[in-house]
């Protein structure tokens, strides 16, 4: 079946620094959306990505989806604490269902 | 408008137990989907509803099912529970598709003793 991966599944920055996380299916994706999980909290929706070579921005979040639709990033600007959280990616299957990337955990020091 | 709401938000249940827990989507969402969460496997599905008919399933045993009520409040029940269904349980709501963006609820938390 599909599989979405994503790496780094951990990532610890300095405030200021910059943050990408890498997302890669198995398989050709119709799309690709990507949420944001602070801890103890939800994942809350950031961006959906239709287009082949897609890029955009939210202030300081770039998000890019790969010229063959297998591939995406999401890169941020001077981390921010509020930053903070775990990061999916997730992208249709034949079965009718979002299969979310394992996710990147981001950690921020002040 | 109101989110996506989950009760109970904890709750603690013991082996062989069976649990009922509920969702109410956002106003005028009539996709409902089930995700279970859990540090080893990640966010995983366990189904979808739409107008109140399971549309989509996920890989998961017999023991876990749902239901979709006309106003597309949705409830998910785990029978004989064990204890790896320990795990936070989210719902998500979207307008008509099991691929538009999701919407989460605050999650349930379960722990199975």
């Known amino acids: 079946g599909q599989q979405v991966m994503q790496i780094p599944q951990y990532q610890h920055v300095q405030e200021g620094e910059d943050f990408t996380t890498y997302c890669n299916s198995s398989?050709?994706?119709?799309?690709i959306q990507w949420y944001k999980q602070r801890p103890g909290g939800h994942p809350v929706f950031l961006i959906q990505l239709v287009k082949s070579g897609e890029v955009k921005k939210q202030k300081r979040l770039t998000f890019q989806f790969g010229e063959a639709k297998k591939n995406s990033s999401l890169h941020i600007t001077a981390t921010q604490t509020t930053d903070v959280g775990t990061y999916f990616c997730?992208?249709?299957?034949?079965?009718?269902?979002?299969?979310f990337g394992g996710g990147t955990r981001l950690m921020v020091k002040p | 408008k109101a989110g996506v709401t989950q009760t109970p938000r904890y709750l603690i249940k013991t082996r062989g137990q069976q649990v009922t827990l509920s969702c109410s989507p956002i106003s005028g969402h009539r996709s409902v989907s089930w995700y279970q969460q859990t540090p080893g496997q990640g966010l995983q599905f366990l189904f979808e509803?739409?107008?109140?008919?399971?549309?989509n399933k996920g890989n998961f045993p017999g023991r876990f099912s749902g239901r979709q009520f006309s106003n597309s409040r949705s409830e998910m029940n785990v029978s004989t529970l064990e204890l790896g269904d320990s795990a936070l349980y989210l719902c998500a709501s979207s307008l008509q598709s099991w691929d538009d963006t999701q919407y989460f609820g605050p999650g349930t938390r379960l722990t199975v003793l």
């Open positions: 509803y739409f107008s109140e008919t399971q549309r």
């Open positions: 398989t050709t994706l119709s799309n």
């Open positions: 997730a992208g249709p299957n034949a079965g009718n269902m979002l299969t």
